[in-house]
C-alpha cells in the first residue's frame, strides 16, 4: 500500500515527538515529559490537518482551472463544428472540418481528452497547469486559422448569392411589385459585414428568409389581381395554374421571371376596368371639387392621379370606396349647414320652402351613384348660396336701410352699386318688399329704388 505525502509526513512528526518525549523522559522526569508529549502530539496533528486542508484546496482551485480551459476549447471546436456544417450550404467545408478534426486528434493524443472527447480526468490531475495551456493555446490558434479561411469563403458565397437576390428583387420592384419594405431590408442584410463565421451564417439566414418573404409578397399580390380579373369576368385558370407552380420553385431563379410575366397578363386583363374606373373617379371628384371646396377632395384626386398601372386596381377600387363614403360626408355637411341657416332665418321670420333629401346609394354601381350625387349636390349648392345670401341680407339689413333712407332723402331715387355693399341688389329687393312707398326698377341693366 502506498502511503500518501500527509500520512508519511504525519508519521515522521510523530516519531520525532516520541523520541523527542524519550529524551526528556531521562532528564527531566516522567511527569513532565508526559506533559511535554501530549502537548506536541496535539499540535503536531493539529498543523497536519490544516496542511491537509490547505494543499487539498490548492489543489482543487488548480484542478478547477484546467477543467476550464479543457472546456472551454472543447465548447469552441463544437461550436465551430456545427457552424461549418451549417456553411455548407454555400461553400465545401471539409478541408476545414479536417483541420479541425486534427485539433480533436492532438488534443487526445496529448491526453487532455478521452476517445470519446470527454476531459480525462485521470490523466488532466498528473499535468501541470502550464502544460495544459499550452495545449489549448496551440489548440485555439489552428482554430482560429481554420474559421478564418472557412469566414473568408463563406462570406464571399453569402456577398455573391445576396447581390443576386437584390437583383431580382429590384427587378420585381421595377415590374410593379410592392415590395420596397422587403428590398430594403435585403439591401440592409447585403450591407451588414460579418466578423465570424456565426456572424456570416446569421447574415445568409437573414438574406433568405427577406427574400422568401419578398416573394411571397409578390405571390399574394398576383393572387390578389387574378382575384380581381375573375370578378371581372376573365378567364383566369391558367395564370392560377402557372401561379401554383411558381409557388413551389420560389427559390429557383425562374420564379421572378415567371412572376414577372404573369404580372404583365393579368394587368392587360385588368386595363380596360382600370381606366374606366379611374376615369370615372377622376371626373367625378373634378365636378364635386367644383362644387365644394374641400381639401379632402383634392387630396382624393392626387392620389387617384398617381394610380397609374392596370395592376393597381386593388388600389384604385379601395380610393372608389373612399370617394362614395365621402361624396356621402359632404353631402350630410352640406344639407345640416342648410338647416342650421333654415333656423336662423326662422329667427327673422323667414321659412324657405324645402325639404332634406334623401342621399343616394351606391348598390347599383358606381357610375349611378355619381349622376345622383352630383345632381343632388348642385341643387343643394344652389340652396345653400340662396340661404347665405337671404341670412346677410337679412342679418345686416338695418344698416343698409339706413344708407338707402339717406340717399333716397337726397335725390328721391338709388342705384344698387352706388351702396357700396355686397348683396347690394338683394338689399334694395328687401327694403323695396318692406317699403311700399317706393318701387324698384332695372333702367339700363341697373337695378334702382324710387320714390312713388
Same mark, same amino acid.
Given at each position: 500500500?502506498?502511503?500518501?505525502?500527509?500520512?508519511?509526513l504525519?508519521?515522521?512528526? =510523530?516519531?520525532?515527538?516520541?523520541?523527542?518525549?524519550?529524551?526528556? *523522559?531521562?532528564?527531566?522526569?516522567?511527569?513532565?515529559?508526559?506533559?511535554?508529549a501530549?502537548?506536541?502530539?496535539?499540535?503536531?496533528?493539529?498543523?497536519? =490537518?490544516?496542511?491537509?486542508?490547505?494543499?487539498g484546496?490548492?489543489?482543487?482551485?488548480v484542478?478547477?482551472?484546467?477543467?476550464?480551459?479543457?472546456?472551454?476549447?472543447?465548447?469552441r471546436?463544437?461550436?465551430?463544428?456545427?457552424?461549418?456544417? /451549417?456553411?455548407?450550404?454555400?461553400?465545401?467545408?471539409?478541408?476545414? /472540418?479536417?483541420? $479541425?478534426?486534427?485539433?480533436r486528434?492532438?488534443?487526445?493524443?496529448?491526453?487532455?481528452?478521452?476517445?470519446?472527447?470527454?476531459?480525462?480526468?485521470?490523466?488532466?490531475?498528473?499535468?501541470? @497547469?502550464?502544460?495544459?495551456?499550452?495545449? &489549448?493555446?496551440?489548440?485555439?490558434?489552428?482554430?482560429?486559422?481554420?474559421? #478564418?479561411?472557412?469566414?473568408?469563403?463563406?462570406?464571399?458565397?453569402?456577398?455573391?448569392?445576396?447581390r443576386?437576390?437584390?437583383?431580382?428583387?429590384?427587378?420585381?420592384?421595377?415590374?410593379?411589385?410592392?415590395?420596397?419594405?422587403?428590398?430594403?431590408?435585403?439591401?440592409?442584410?447585403?450591407? #451588414? *459585414?460579418?466578423?465570424?463565421?456565426?456572424?456570416?451564417?446569421? !447574415?445568409?439566414?437573414?438574406?433568405?428568409?427577406?427574400?422568401?418573404?419578398?416573394?411571397?409578397?409578390? $405571390? /399574394?399580390?398576383?393572387?390578389? %389581381?387574378?382575384?380581381?380579373?375573375?370578378?371581372?369576368?376573365?378567364?383566369?385558370?391558367?395564370?392560377?395554374?402557372?401561379? /401554383?407552380?411558381?409557388?413551389?420553385?420560389? !427559390?429557383?431563379?425562374? #420564379?421572378?421571371?415567371?412572376?414577372?410575366?404573369?404580372?404583365?397578363?393579368?394587368?392587360?386583363?385588368?386595363?380596360?376596368?382600370?381606366?374606366r374606373? +379611374?376615369?370615372? %373617379?377622376?371626373?367625378? @371628384?373634378? +365636378?364635386?371639387?367644383?362644387? $365644394?371646396?374641400?381639401?379632402? &377632395?383634392?387630396?382624393?384626386?392626387?392620389?387617384?392621379?398617381?394610380?397609374?398601372?392596370?395592376?393597381?386596381?386593388?388600389?384604385?377600387?379601395?380610393?372608389?370606396?373612399?370617394?362614395v363614403? %365621402?361624396?356621402?360626408?359632404?353631402?350630410?355637411?352640406?344639407?345640416?349647414?342648410?338647416?342650421?341657416?333654415?333656423?336662423?332665418?326662422?329667427?327673422f321670420?323667414?321659412?324657405?320652402?324645402?325639404?332634406?333629401?334623401?342621399?343616394?346609394?351606391?348598390?347599383?354601381?358606381f357610375?349611378?351613384?355619381? !349622376?345622383?350625387?352630383?345632381? @343632388?349636390?348642385?341643387?343643394?349648392?344652389?340652396?345653400?348660396?340662396?340661404?347665405?345670401?337671404?341670412?346677410?341680407?337679412?342679418?345686416?339689413?338695418?344698416?343698409?336701410?339706413?344708407?338707402?333712407?339717406?340717399?333716397?332723402?337726397?335725390?328721391?331715387?338709388?342705384?344698387?352699386?352706388?351702396?357700396?355693399?355686397?348683396?347690394?341688389?338683394?338689399?334694395?329687393?328687401?327694403?323695396?318688399? %318692406?317699403?311700399?312707398?317706393?318701387? @324698384?326698377?332695372?333702367?339700363?341693366?341697373?337695378?334702382?329704388?324710387?320714390?312713388?
Open positions: 500500500m502506498r502511503l500518501s505525502r500527509e500520512q508519511l504525519t508519521a515522521g512528526v =510523530v516519531a520525532g515527538v516520541l523520541l523527542g518525549t524519550l529524551a526528556v *523522559v531521562l532528564t527531566l522526569g516522567v511527569s513532565v515529559a508526559a506533559y511535554i501530549v502537548a506536541c502530539i496535539v499540535l503536531a496533528l493539529g498543523g497536519s =490537518v490544516a496542511y491537509t486542508w490547505w494543499e484546496r490548492s489543489d482543487t482551485s484542478h478547477g482551472m484546467k477543467l476550464r480551459l479543457l472546456e472551454r476549447i472543447k465548447a471546436i463544437q461550436k465551430l463544428e456545427a457552424e461549418l456544417k /451549417q456553411a455548407e450550404e454555400l461553400v465545401k467545408t471539409q478541408h476545414v /472540418q479536417d483541420e $479541425v478534426k486534427e485539433v486528434a492532438a488534443l487526445i493524443k496529448d491526453g487532455l481528452f478521452t476517445v470519446v472527447f470527454d476531459v480525462n480526468d485521470r490523466q488532466l490531475r498528473r499535468m501541470t @497547469l502550464t502544460a495544459i495551456e499550452l495545449s &489549448v493555446r496551440k489548440a485555439e490558434q489552428k482554430l482560429r486559422s481554420a474559421e #478564418a479561411v472557412a469566414l473568408a469563403e463563406h462570406s464571399e458565397a453569402v456577398e455573391r448569392r445576396g443576386r437576390m437584390v437583383e431580382n428583387a429590384r427587378r420585381l420592384r421595377d415590374a410593379g411589385f410592392r415590395v420596397d419594405a422587403e428590398l430594403e431590408e435585403l439591401e440592409r442584410a447585403l450591407d #451588414a *459585414v460579418a466578423h465570424s463565421l456565426a456572424e456570416s451564417v446569421a !447574415r445568409w439566414e437573414r438574406l433568405k428568409d427577406g427574400y422568401m418573404r419578398l416573394m411571397n409578397m409578390g $405571390v /399574394q399580390e398576383l393572387e390578389y %389581381l387574378i382575384e380581381a380579373a375573375a370578378a371581372g369576368g376573365r378567364k383566369v385558370e391558367p395564370l392560377l395554374e402557372r401561379l /401554383q407552380v411558381v409557388k413551389r420553385h420560389l !427559390r429557383t431563379p425562374e #420564379a421572378v421571371d415567371e412572376l414577372i410575366a404573369l404580372r404583365a397578363e393579368v394587368g392587360s386583363m385588368l386595363a380596360r376596368p382600370f381606366t374606373t +379611374r376615369e370615372q %373617379l377622376l371626373e367625378h @371628384l373634378r +365636378r364635386l371639387g367644383s362644387l $365644394v371646396k374641400r381639401a379632402r &377632395v383634392e387630396e382624393l384626386e392626387r392620389r387617384v392621379r398617381e394610380l397609374r398601372e392596370p395592376s393597381m386596381l386593388g388600389e384604385l377600387s379601395t380610393l372608389k370606396e373612399a370617394c363614403a %365621402l361624396t356621402r360626408e359632404i353631402v350630410e355637411e352640406v344639407v345640416a349647414e342648410i338647416e342650421r341657416m333654415h333656423a336662423e332665418l326662422e329667427g321670420g323667414i321659412r324657405r320652402r324645402w325639404r332634406k333629401p334623401a342621399l343616394p346609394g351606391s348598390s347599383r354601381g357610375a349611378d351613384f355619381s !349622376r345622383r350625387a352630383l345632381k @343632388l349636390m348642385e341643387k343643394l349648392m344652389k340652396e345653400h348660396e340662396s340661404c347665405y345670401t337671404q341670412l346677410k341680407v337679412v342679418s345686416s339689413y338695418p344698416a343698409v336701410e339706413r344708407i338707402i333712407e339717406r340717399k333716397l332723402q337726397e335725390k328721391g331715387e338709388v342705384a344698387a352699386e352706388e351702396l357700396g355693399v355686397r348683396y347690394a341688389e338683394e338689399f334694395m329687393e328687401r327694403y323695396a318688399e %318692406l317699403h311700399g312707398d317706393v318701387e @324698384l326698377l332695372r333702367e339700363q341693366g341697373r337695378l334702382k329704388v324710387r320714390r312713388r
